[in-house]
């Protein structure tokens, strides 16, 4: 007798399902992209009619009046659009000014923002009830695949960031060298343009840099990531961050360099971390006043520092302080502020070797409550979320710590078994429906699909993806599986998501960052080579258009990138009659098929073509 043929029935039926639900949907829900002419008025703007989602069913066209008007598709574009099913075009380019668009970050809406506080360069996305631009973002002409890993943390193309003006500015101290078509990244800084490496050996005479109680670091006006770069040899994950400003691209250059980065500045709003998530804190010469507003920066740096973590700072007043001891009575004053604002924090001075400064923030605060009760000012705060941060803003007081003293502090273990380790955050049971075995069978999961992942699109072996992103992290166990390989990872988690799991993924020696899929991620475009997006859309079903989703990931996807998205497959139907319009080639991959009951996949791999 021939075995029953049942599973190879199943898998044809499942595919045969899969094609009858996207012509169906492509039929009745999806209405065609098409660009009205202009040939009778010169200056009409042509309009794009986007598909209408059936959970957003009142869609208007987009507004993108604050740019030029969208191009009329090509030839190729028409030409394949006419080949296909008369029902499906495709999503056209952006003009070519928004190669490098930054949605939330666009200088041409900062201005009409204040100066005070530097707000003009916090995040301001375009209002929701505005229409968002729909058209896919171009790379730049003469755009090549980047340098691989670890080439690429002392080499990018000129023309993937075509901006000359950092190595101008800064030619004297070495941050970055234009040398024919290619940049060159020598390790130099402000406060170290001889190179890096004897900056860090004044810090590792101090702190122990290599022993894996320092993992993660937050370092303040990154530049070009040269600092976090080096603290790599250390197994020492840095989350370099910087504003957009006239430097022009310094979180590009650190992304194009395969190092962790993302736009910020500490100006109104809390950065986007939870409380208690990174062990060191780092500023050279990072041009923030932090004495300004009594102190509320470096309030805000305590809130994300750990206890017992610490603060290392160079340049002035600290630097001339350590150099000489003759301060101007203008540099004595700034020096007096900012010791002041440390004894109010409760900080101890731990070392002062040129050209750095370093305090160390206490474990608890049983000593500092009887300090604080005889100053006015500040006091800890008393209410609200320590972890809460997104859009919220920064408060004049100190974020308080568990009332336990040394003796009784919980034990922390060094990296790496902290990746693996139950965090605190969960054994105290604070993160409600996660428990220390629905931890470890989470980690388990994580490590088997991934494996799984590896079957269909060959990226842990090849080595041709160094930045990915999480879309939705959980508990960082897709990051902690990829800890073995040469990548490293962003760990998104929406920032209403209960219970806040940001915590547990600091607590494991990873980074991430809060954030809202209904607008765009604080990047610059082509800064990810994959993207993992685990239960995104359903996430957003009823929050905002998935068509914008997409083309967000669209824009910080690099060119020969790849996308993995894990959903329902209702779900995942819509989204892959809406990759196929950006023709990006997506294959279905069933529960059958990936054996795991958590979900239907999708992948998109644009290196094949």
Known sequence: MNPSPKPYSKRIFFFILVLLFSLYYILTTIKTITITSSSQDPHHHPQLQEPSISHHSSLQEPSISHHSSLPEPSENQQSSSSSSSSSLSYFPLCPKNFTNYLPCHDPSTARQYSIERHYRRERHCPDSSQEKLRCLVPKPSGYKTPFPWPESRNYAWFKNVPFKKL?????????????????????????????????????????????????????????????????????????????????????????????????????????????????????????????????????????????????????PPVTSMVKSKNLKRDLQKEME????????????????????????????????????????????????????????????????????????????????????????????????GVTISSFKADTNLWQRIVVYYDTKLKFLSNGKYRNIMDMNAGLGGFAAALIKYPVWVMNVVPFDLKPNTLGVVFDRGLIGTYMNWCEAFSTYPRTYDL??????????????????????????????????????????????????????????????????????????DNSVK
Request: glycine share 6%.
């Open 531 to 604: 993207i993992h997006a685990n239960d995104v859309f359903s996430l957003y079903l009823d929050k905002c258009d998935m068509v914008d989703i997409l083309l967000e990931i669209q824009r910080i996807l690099r060119p020969e990138g790849a996308v993995i998205f894990k959903d329902r497959f209702d779900v995942l139907i819509k989204v892959k009659a809406i990759t196929d319009q950006m023709r990006w080639s997506g294959t279905l991959y069933s529960e059958e098929d990936n054996g795991f009951e958590h979900g239907t996949i999708l992948i998109v």
């Open 167 to 315: 190595a101008e500015f800064k030619k004297t101290q070495n941050w970055v060298r234009l040398e024919g078509n290619r940049f060159v990244f020598p390790g130099g800084g402000t406060s170290f343009p001889g190179g890096v490496k004897d900056y860090v050996d004044v810090i590792m005479n101090v702190l122990p840099l290599a022993s894996g109680s320092i993992r993660t670091v937050l370092d303040v006006g990154c530049g070009v990531a040269s600092f976090g770069a080096f603290l790599l040899n250390h197994n020492i994950l840095t989350m370099s961050i910087a504003p957009r400003d006239i430097h022009e691209a310094q979180v590009q250059f650190a992304l194009e360099r395969g190092l962790p980065a993302m736009l910020g500045v500490l100006s109104t709003y809390k950065l986007p971390y939870p409380s208690q998530s990174f062990d060191m804190v780092h500023c050279s010469r990072c041009l923030v006043n932090w004495t300004a507003y009594d102190g509320l920066y470096l309030m805000e740096v305590d809130r994300v520092l750990r206890p017992d973590g610490y603060w290392v700072l160079s340049g």
């Open 337 to 432: 502020k900012l010791n002041n604002v440390f004894r109010s924090l409760c900080w101890e001075k731990i070392a002062e070797r040129y050209p750095v400064v370093i305090w160390r923030k206490p474990s608890n605060h049983l000593q500092c409550i009887h300090n604080l009760k005889a100053l006015k000012f500040p006091r800890f705060c008393s209410s609200g979320d320590p972890d809460s941060a997104w859009y919220r803003e920064m408060e004049p007081c100190i974020t308080p710590l568990p009332n336990v003293n040394d003796t009784h502090k919980s034990i922390l273990k060094n990296w790496p078994e902290t990746l693996n380790q139950t965090p605190q955050r969960i054994r105290t049971g604070s993160m409600h």
